[in-house]
């Protein structure tokens, strides 16, 4: 609703007589005018486009620009509403009529309006404050758009081919010789990921990179847990051991079986054909032939998250209705498994590729990233030699035995835990079949 703000005589000399309401909530000036009868001047609000009286300028101020300029001037800079009212028109005229547009000059341009010094000084301090937490915070002063979360089962999840590019993992172009060079510093559980990650590409190039993380994580924790058992780090009964996940469909990974959770009707495929390097048609049997085609055929999955699921207290056998693409079980999740990859490959010290100099927080990420790209080229080769020769089983069943050879040294039993040492990119090279 628009009114008519009209000043019927000369500047109100006193608060008391006239009150005008606002109405905050609704974004608008209430119509509602209080003013003594004895007061020598008065202001009336009439509905009908907004305009000044007793004025030649023909600038036009909406009621919802006159209240953000009434509320600025008593909230923000302190000025009596009477005052405040008086001065709009002339504020106005000035074109000064924001916060913002004030916050643009000096005092001394105020003090035609405002003849107090102290007063106009006050009022340009509260204007280039209220600016700068406006500049801030440009999001808030405009409907915020809503974050498009990458949970796997929010309200809003990412469209499967964003989710799938949000996920990329480093490439590496370096050649042979390079990689020979490379000398890595990490732990052992990271490394265990990215040879799963690259062994699946292999194994399963049906399944989307999201589903690759999720399915390695799963691995890399149920072998973790394992050997903190092992080594009475930790103790009782694993959440599959006392019945999770009965009756969920598994998988192989690693020689090991992983419950997942079908994701049914996720059409990831953008990927381009070189990403995903298996043998050729020609090179199988008929038998091989066609079970590969029944692997294609297999929807993308999750790895679910026992543990999580026995921390929650859901049911042990859940429902078959819950699982889906809006399921609330929990599962590995890709972006976990992806960021523990990004910051877990440093340079070795005292290798070629090291320096004495200590980098920024950002160029040590860039570091790592680029060794990560590094190592999953010497995987990647690695799993490319030998697919020509080995079926995916064989290729599952060799992966434990090649990450023993190249794993980092540590301490024996709990004093190496999560310890650190070199990985020798060449080492991981050297476990190609010969020519």
């Known amino acids: ?18 009150r005008i309401e606002f109405s905050m909530t609704l974004g608008r000036v209430s119509s509602r005018v209080f003013a003594s009868s004895s007061s020598s001047s008065c202001y009336s609000l009439r509905k009908s486009s907004v305009r000044w009286g007793e004025t030649n300028s023909t600038s036009i101020m909406s009621a919802t620009q006159l209240q953000a300029l009434l509320r600025f001037l008593t909230t923000d800079a302190k000025v009596p509403l009477a005052t405040a009212i008086s001065k709009a028109r002339e504020l106005q005229a000035a074109q000064l009529d924001s916060a913002e547009a004030i916050a643009k000059v000096k005092a001394e341009a105020l003090q035609n309006t405002f003849p107090d010094a102290k007063m106009a000084k006050q009022i340009i301090s509260a204007a ?16 915020p758009k809503k974050k498009r979360k990458e949970g796997l089962f929010s309200d809003e999840p990412l469209p499967p081919a964003e989710l799938e590019k949000s996920l990329e993992l480093p490439s590496s172009d370096a050649s042979e010789g390079e990689l020979r060079k490379t000398v890595l510093f990490t732990n052992r559980a990271p490394l265990v990921l990215a040879f799963l990650v690259i062994l699946l590409k292999h194994t399963m190039p049906e399944q989307p990179l999201s589903s690759r993380l999720s399915l390695s994580q799963a691995y890399v924790s ?18 599959e051991d006392e019945g999770f996940g009965q009756g969920q469909p598994t998988v192989v990974v690693g020689e090991k079986a992983i419950k997942v959770i079908r994701r049914w009707g996720y059409e990831w495929r953008n990927e ?29 999955l999750w790895a679910l998250d026992l543990e999580a699921l026995k921390k929650s207290g859901n049911e042990r056998q859940p429902a078959m209705v819950q699982i889906g693409n809006n399921s609330n079980l929990p599962v590995y999740t890709p972006q976990s498994a992806r960021a523990y990859l990004f910051k877990s490959f440093d340079t070795a010290p005292g290798s070629d590729a090291s320096t004495s100099k200590k980098l920024t927080g950002v160029a040590k990420a860039a570091e790592k990233e680029q060794n990560l790209g590094k190592l999953l080229r010497a995987l990647d080769i690695l799993y490319e030699a030998w697919a020509a020769k080995l079926t995916p089983d064989e290729l599952d069943s060799r992966t434990w035995n090649w990450y023993v050879k190249v794993r980092p040294a540590v301490a024996d039993g709990a004093a190496g835990w999560g310890g650190k040492n070199e990985l020798k990119l060449a080492d991981i090279l050297n476990l190609r079949p010969d020519p």
């Open 1 to 18: 609703m628009l009114f008519t703000v009209i000043d019927t005589g000369s500047p109100i000399t006193h608060q008391k007589l006239i």
């Open 272 to 300: 381009s054909s070189s990403d995903v390097k298996v043998k050729t048609e020609e090179a199988l049997t008929n038998d091989q032939t066609e079970s590969l085609e029944s692997v294609e055929e297999q929807p993308a």
């Open 222 to 239: 149920i072998t973790s847990r394992s050997r903190a058992v092992y080594l009475g780090l930790e103790n009782g009964k694993s959440a």
């Open 128 to 143: 280039k404050r209220v600016s700068k937490k406006r500049a801030a915070g440009d999001e808030s002063t405009s409907p």
